[in-house]
C-alpha cells in the first residue's frame, strides 16, 4: 500500500487562519484551480519515518524549511487506496518565492521527448472556505480537522 506524508503550513491573521498549499506542475494540471491545489507532500517507504518525510517533501516542493511544533492530524485514505499522513505546524513563507525540484516527463505524450517541469509550479495562503474549495477533495478533510484542533 502507498503512503504518502506532508505538511499543512498555516499562519495566524487577524481572528482566523490561512493555509499555505501549492498548485502542481506540469502540463496535466496547466489550467486546473479549483481541486487542483495541494498540501504539499510525497510518498515514503517502510523504512523512512512518516515525519521526516513530510519535513523532506515540503523543502523539496517548497525550497523552505519547517520547525516549530508540529500537530499530527488524522490519516486519511485516499480514493486509490494510499494512506496520507500530515502534520500542521504554524509558519510563514513568502509564496512568490517557492523554488521546487523538477521532474521529466514525455511530452507531448508520443513524442519520445522528454522535458523537465517543475513539480510544484505556484504556493498561495488560503482562507480555510477559499482552501477547500481549491484543495484536491480526497485532502479536504485535513483542513477540517485543522480548524477543528485550532478551534477557529
Known amino acids: 500500500m502507498k ?3 506532508g505538511i499543512l503550513a498555516y499562519r495566524k491573521v487577524e481572528n482566523t487562519i ?3 498549499l501549492v498548485h502542481p506542475g506540469g502540463p496535466f494540471w496547466k489550467n486546473k484551480d479549483i481541486h487542483g491545489w495541494s498540501i504539499p507532500k510525497g510518498e515514503f517507504n517502510d523504512n523512512e519515518n512518516p515525519v521526516d518525510a513530510a519535513l523532506r517533501e515540503f523543502h523539496e516542493e517548497t525550497g523552505y524549511r519547517v520547525s516549530g511544533e508540529l500537530t499530527a492530524l488524522r490519516p486519511v485514505k485516499q480514493p486509490g487506496g494510499k494512506i496520507v499522513h500530515v502534520w500542521a505546524v504554524e509558519a510563514d513563507f513568502d509564496a512568490d518565492k ?3 525540484n523538477t521532474f521529466s516527463l514525455e511530452w507531448p505524450p508520443g513524442s519520445g521527448k522528454l ?3 517543475p513539480e ?3 504556493a498561495g495562503w488560503f482562507s480555510a472556505e477559499t482552501a477547500i474549495q481549491k484543495i484536491h477533495k480526497g485532502q479536504m478533510p485535513f483542513i477540517e480537522q485543522l480548524v477543528e484542533v485550532l478551534k477557529i
Do not use: W
Open 3 to 5: 503512503k504518502s506524508a
Open 18 to 20: 490561512e493555509l499555505f
Open 98 to 100: 517557492v523554488t521546487s
Open 115 to 117: 522535458m523537465d517541469f
Open 120 to 122: 510544484i509550479d505556484r
